[in-house]
């Protein structure tokens, strides 16, 4: 069989792919926090019919001659651009501004995020919509008493109360991780992230997460009643879906070409 035919077949495989990365770009154009996807190419294996040959002392050197086999997808990136800010006027939606996440934990679990859309629970714990804790510097969940009088959150992460007896004080200070490579970060659905290998996350020396105060060590601050929307650029989104059904018919044609001279040959016998 033509190898042109395989090659259109891995080349409408990857734009198949890369139409779903974009699709769920779109999908998630209003999540908070989220990250869009993309998606890069590789070339597949390429069959060598002549190698190359160094110069000798009567003829120059010859390069080789190789027949690509078409293409398949290399990778698939979360960008981790900052999203923009959108103001809520809820005292408890928090964005990060610059790098750095939240810290969630169940008990068992720890989970990442940059959406800051947070609640109070019964006990008075501040947790995201699923419920899992959010974890303050000194490694433990962060609680707002449901006796004071005001709470407000500065860009540095100190939860600021007012008690009942009109005197300040500080609920906690809410921690952010640091990854030197979060494109490596491993999503789990629900706007979260685990750890992985890959991901770089900073750690103390006897292995426990590194808590880190907002606006120190080149992280970013904590923006009280705003939240990060979704990074994904429409307009973009859109142009790379035009290019994606270009290239997917392309290859469509390709396939019904080699098809055509296939069945040239088989009409050879008459």
Do not use: C, W
């Amino acid at each position: 069989m033509l190898r042109s035919m395989y090659s259109g077949i891995s080349g409408m495989r990857g734009f198949q792919t890369k139409l779903d990365v974009i699709g769920n770009n779109i999908a998630n154009v209003n999540t908070s926090g989220f990250k869009k996807g993309r998606v890069a190419f590789q070339d597949m294996m390429s069959q060598t019919t002549r190698g190359a040959q160094g110069p000798t002392g009567n003829r120059g050197g010859i390069n080789p001659i190789q027949v690509g086999l078409g293409s398949k997808v290399g990778s698939v990136d979360n960008i981790h651009t900052q999203g923009f800010l959108q103001t809520t006027g809820n005292a408890l939606d928090l964005a990060i501004e610059g790098n750095g996440m939240f810290i969630l934990s169940d008990g068992q679990t720890t989970y990442f995020t940059r959406a800051g859309n947070f609640y109070l629970d019964e006990e008075g714990f501040i947790v995201n919509a699923d419920g899992y804790y959010l974890i303050g510097t000194d490694g433990n969940r962060i609680r707002i008493e449901d006796n004071i009088q005001s709470f407000s959150i500065a860009t540095d992460g100190t939860v600021n109360i007012v008690g009942a007896d009109g005197n300040p004080n500080t609920a906690g200070t809410i921690a952010l991780a640091r990854f030197s490579n979060p494109a490596g970060l491993e999503k789990v659905g629900n706007n979260l992230y685990i750890d992985t290998p890959n991901a770089g996350l900073s750690r103390t020396n006897d292995g426990n997460i590194q808590y880190f105060t907002p606006e120190s060590e080149g992280l970013g601050k904590i923006v009280a009643s705003a939240l990060e929307m979704s990074n994904v650029d429409l307009a973009e989104e859109f142009t790379e879906m035009i290019v994606a059904q270009r290239g997917f018919q392309a290859n469509t044609r390709i396939i019904t070409t080699s098809d055509e001279i296939l069945q040239e040959l088989v009409n050879l016998k008459r």
